[in-house]
């Protein structure tokens, strides 16, 4: 049964939508649901479990197509419904994988043949789901048609006939939909690894300053509100990274999900002059390195990552306040590195940089901050510092119980982490 909590309606500028029946509190869950599908980002093959998305570095592996990985024969037998049909795909295929998205539509149309489950009680089907085809450039459609085709070999004896899907979810059809309803799995430190469809979750509408905020346990979705919401009030979130200017987050959602952001955000271009503060010739460059830096750290490579990092922050220290966005994304690479090559104290140092912007841009309850403060936290604590790292992660709890709610593992994490500094002050 759908939750009572919240009702599908049309809003007058933004289409269908979803809002609340009930005045609801910050942190309160206002619903929670199993994916339709869902499928391990393909990064993740190896270390995540394809039933309870567990993380761990020894899991079994499926004996028949090698790649899909559990953390127990009890989640290996829970998974193979929606493993059966993909079992043989991945056999034929391999050592080739497909795209993400290419799995999770293969997953979708398995799922749509086999009818031994439907999506009648969502609030929106998955038929209803816009797939914006008449609004894409040639080029995306291009994309959709090689996706299709790679579909389709992926498929194999398995798309012999697809004339029982309901009508309009041809393969290309289900790829588009895909691209604009889908929704990343992200783990408690909001890294991204699966991606799931959720057709009731898919009428939220975006804002850059939204009331709700989704959170995973597993692949199980759970959307909270992070303010006070008032009856009859659209529930949002974002679609879009928030560390982007209003320009960017524009052009990303025109591209991605065929609309213009109306928010009170992007029509005030809130906080863009502190997102592109300092010089700009300067600010241009970092940010045109990004990218290869983003490869260094997809690579694992640490000690150039870091070299190149610090060179940059150096260079354009006077320049380019720690405020604008590609400093800090900048901050935060060269803290992972430092992290990975155990330099523990000049993390902190840049961890702490980076957390007068988390709090600039993430004023509102956000998980994103939570995670940096707990960061910050653990290299306090690991270091003695224990009075700054018990103030982290205080300010990390306080955060947490309203976005992941008090009984999420991450923030019974952070809890103990606290008590151990508290335990450890006490006994100074």
């Given at each position: 049964?759908?939750?009572?909590n ?5 809003s ?7 809002r ?11 619903h929670?649901c ?5 499928c ?13 998305l ?13 790649t ?5 024969a009890?989640?290996q037998k ?23 998205s ?9 799922k ?6 439907s ?5 929106y ?7 914006h ?10 994309g959709?048609?090689h ?10 004896e398995?798309?012999?006939d ?9 393969p ?19 890294q ?6 959720y057709p ?10 939204p009331n ?23 529930l949002t979130i974002s679609?879009t ?5 209003s320009?960017e ?11 213009l952001?109306?928010?009170t955000?992007?029509?005030t ?5 502190d997102?592109l503060?300092g ?15 983003e ?7 640490w000690?150039?990552?870091?070299k ?10 006077d320049?380019?306040?720690?405020r604008?966005i590609y ?36 004023s ?9 403060l ?11 510092r ?16 309203v ?14 982490k606290?008590?151990e ?5 006490g006994?100074?």
């Open positions: 049964m759908m939750a009572v919240m009702e599908r309606f049309v007058e500028a933004k289409g269908n939508g979803l609340a029946l009930r005045e609801i509190k910050a942190g309160e869950v206002i929670s199993e994916p339709y599908a869902f391990i980002a393909k990064d993740f093959l190896k270390t995540a479990c394809q039933s309870c567990k993380r761990g570095e020894s899991l079994s592996r499926c004996s028949q197509c090698k899909a990985r559990y953390c127990s009890q989640c829970q998974a193979w419904p929606d493993h059966k049909r993909e079992c043989k795909c991945l056999k034929r295929l391999q050592p080739r994988i497909p795209t993400d290419v799995c999770l539509v293969a997953r979708i149309i398995f749509l043949l086999s009818q031994s489950e999506d009648q009680e969502e609030l089907s998955i038929v209803e789901h816009q797939s085809l008449a609004d894409m450039s040639e080029e995306k459609k291009e959709l048609r996706l299709c085709m790679t579909l389709q070999v992926y498929l194999g398995e798309n012999h697809l004339s029982p899907l309901p009508p309009g979810l041809d290309i059809s289900l790829l588009a939909r895909v691209t604009c309803n889908c929704f990343s799995i992200s783990d408690g430190e909001l991204d690894v699966g991606v799931g469809l009731s979750m898919s009428l939220l509408n975006h804002d850059c300053q709700c905020v989704m959170i995973f346990e597993g692949k199980r979705l759970m959307l909270r509100a992070v303010r006070l919401i008032r009856p009859c009030e659209e679609y990274d928030i560390l982007a200017t320009k987050r524009r052009s990303h959602l025109q591209e991605q999900y065929h609309f952001c109306q928010c955000r992007c029509s271009e809130d906080k863009d002059c997102m503060a010089e700009k010739t300067a600010w241009t460059s970092l940010r045109d390195a990004i990218p290869h830096l490869q260094l750290q997809s690579e694992q490579r000690e150039e990552l870091l190149e990092g610090k060179a940059f922050l150096h260079r354009y220290a320049v380019v306040p720690d604008n400093v800090l994304r900048l901050l935060d690479l060269a803290m992972d590195a430092c992290i990975s090559l155990d330099d523990y104290e000049t993390a902190l140092e840049y961890g702490n940089r980076a957390l007068e912007s988390y709090k600039l841009y993430y509102d309850p956000h998980p994103s901050r939570a995670v940096e707990l960061r910050v936290g653990k290299l306090q604590h690991y270091q003695g224990l009075e700054e790292a018990q103030g982290s992660f205080t300010q990390a709890y306080d955060i947490m119980k976005t992941h709610g008090t009984a999420h593992a991450l923030t019974n994490e952070v809890s103990r606290l008590s500094c508290q335990a450890e002050l006994r100074v």
